[in-house]
Nanobody, 117 residues
Framework: QVQLVESGGGLVQAGGSLRLSCAVS????????IGWYRQVPGKQRDLVAI???????VYADSVKGRFAISRDDAENTVYLQMNSLKPEDTAVYYC???????????WGQGTQVTVSS
């Protein structure tokens, strides 16, 4: 079974920074595309950033230039560095392992990020 454990969320003032971590077990993070998503109550879960096996990255327009996704293969962990945070970045952040030919996808439990104005 694949497990993803997010950490690093918290309360920060606008303009501040946070680094989220997604520790992957049961699979190699480098063998698949790992994404960070966020969700606010009553809305759908939206993609924030994704890192592919090749380390190619894709970002939502709303976070381009402020967030950076990276992967540490030795730690089997994917990070999301969030800078210049805005109140509209407030959400629960989830990481996702999309699955492979033999296994379904998995989500982490989520970590709350709150940005005060």
């Amino acid at each position: 079974q694949v497990q993803l454990v997010e950490s690093g969320g918290g309360l920060v003032q606008a303009g501040g920074s946070l680094r989220l971590s997604c520790a992957v077990s049961g699979a190699m993070a480098s063998d698949n595309a790992i994404g960070w998503y966020r969700q606010v109550p009553g809305k759908q879960r939206d993609l924030v950033a994704i890192i592919y096996e090749t380390r190619r990255t894709v970002y939502a327009d709303s976070v381009k230039g402020r967030f950076a996704i990276s992967r540490d293969d030795a730690e089997n962990t994917v990070y999301l560095q969030m800078n210049s945070l805005k109140p509209e970045d407030t959400a629960v952040y989830y990481c996702n392992w999309p699955g492979d030919a033999a296994r379904r996808g998995y989500w982490g439990q989520g970590t709350q990020v709150t940005v005060s104005s």
